[in-house]
Structures are given as C-alpha cells and as structure tokens.
C-alpha cells in the first residue's frame, strides 16, 4: 500500500523567500507525482506534474523528482502572501487509478 | 470548462444515520472520486469510479456505499455516522486515469451529534 509523506507540516517564509516543500513515497513503480494546492475553504486545485526523473519550471514553480531515493519537492520562488494555503502531494502507480494524496504541508507568507 | 457540484454543502446528522451526499460533474469525465478530508489534513480516498456502474474501493472504504449511476454523477453514502464525527467529503473528476488533472468541487461539510 503506497505511503506518502510531506514535510515539513507547516512553514511560515517572508514575502520574497524561496519555500521548499517534499514529498516522499513508497511505492518505487510510481509513476505520476503531482502538485496541488487549497486555499482555506476552498477545493483543492492541481498546480503542477512530473513523470520522469528531473525538474520541471512553470512561472515561479518548480518540481524535482528523484525516483530513486523516492523523493520530490515543490519549490516557489518569491514566495507572494497569495501563496499562503495547504499544498499536497499526489502520487500514482501506472497499475492502478488510485491517486495516493500526502498528509499535506500549511505554508503561510507574511507580508 | 466545467463545474463540479456537490449538495448539500452542509450535513448534520445523528449517529447512526445513513446520510448521503451527492456529486454532479459536466466536464464529461470518465473517473469520479470520494475523498475524506479532516480538520484540513490530507485526503484519503475512500471510492472511485472509472466509468458509469464501476466502483473501485479506496483505503478508506469501510463505512461508506457509492454508486455511479449516471457517468455525470457519483454518490457516497454514510452507512452509518458516528457520534462526533466531523470531516469535508471531497468530490472529483478526471478525464480518464490516474494521470490526469482531478477537478475537485467545493465540499459538503459533515458534523454528526
């Protein structure tokens, strides 16, 4: 059964920082690795995917996947107060339609 | 683009309760989920569905019966609410399998006396 872990569990970063956020997974046939991101009272909604070792830049964002140590990790560069939300992980193996989600890392930017 | 609906937004209930919840979606997405989702953690998937009559068990299907009647819709339903419990049932959809964007809807809201 996949295991999918974040750390950390919360992170507060000034406006401007660079915020890091990882994810780790269990199950080495992963083959979907996913960012999404849910501001307070609101639906989750899908920032960024990777399917293959190595990083991905979109905007201010970017993923780094590393299969073999299981690994992957959000980063956002210039992080805005608009940034502040819950951001979770998501992971699936090419055998299954199950999507694993992560226990989730709170990020707030102050001002 | 599309929308997702749930109804209702919120649910109180006695233990014991059956209680359902409803989903609606007009993406025209093959695959629906059910996600628990407490005190703003993570989700735990409890059911999906990758077509019309199909239901796939999820980690957290104990306790829960889903039905997929329609392709547009999906329901979930408490068999039996615990005293207590308070959770956000997330619904969503995904164009066909595990690696495509879910689409989430906005929640029902569930708190049982």
């Known amino acids: 059964q996949q295991k999918v872990q974040q750390s950390p569990e919360s992170l507060i970063v000034p406006e401007g920082a660079m915020t890091s956020l990882n994810c780790t997974f269990s199950?080495?046939?992963?083959?979907?690795f996913a960012w999404y991101r849910q501001h307070s009272g609101k639906a989750p909604k899908a920032l960024m995917s990777i399917f293959s070792n190595g990083e991905k830049e979109e905007g201010r964002f970017t993923i780094h996947l590393n299969k073999a140590s299981l690994h992957f990790s959000l980063h956002i560069r210039d992080s805005q107060p608009s940034d502040s939300a819950l951001y979770l992980c998501?992971?699936?193996?090419?055998?299954?339609?199950?999507?694993?989600f992560g226990t989730g890392t709170r990020l707030q930017v102050l001002p | 683009g599309g929308i997702i609906t749930q109804t209702p937004k919120f649910l109180i209930g006695q233990e014991g309760q059956k209680l359902t919840l409803k989903c609606q979606q007009n993406f025209n997405h093959d695959t629906m989920y059910w996600y628990r989702q407490d005190s703003g953690k993570g989700l735990r998937l409890i059911y999906y569905?990758?077509?019309?009559?199909?239901?796939q068990k999820g980690d957290l299907s104990e306790g829960y019966d889903a039905s997929r009647e329609k392709k547009s819709s999906f329901s979930l339903t408490v068999t039996s609410a615990q005293k207590n419990e308070m959770a956000v049932f997330l619904c969503?959809?995904?164009?066909?399998?595990?690696?495509?964007?879910?689409?989430f809807g906005p929640g029902t809201r569930l708190l049982v006396l």
């Open positions: 969503a959809s995904s164009i066909r399998q595990y690696q495509d964007t879910q689409y």
């Open positions: 569905s990758i077509t019309e009559n199909d239901l």
């Open positions: 199950d080495s046939a992963s083959q979907y």
């Open positions: 998501a992971v699936a193996a090419s055998n299954t339609n199950k999507v694993v």
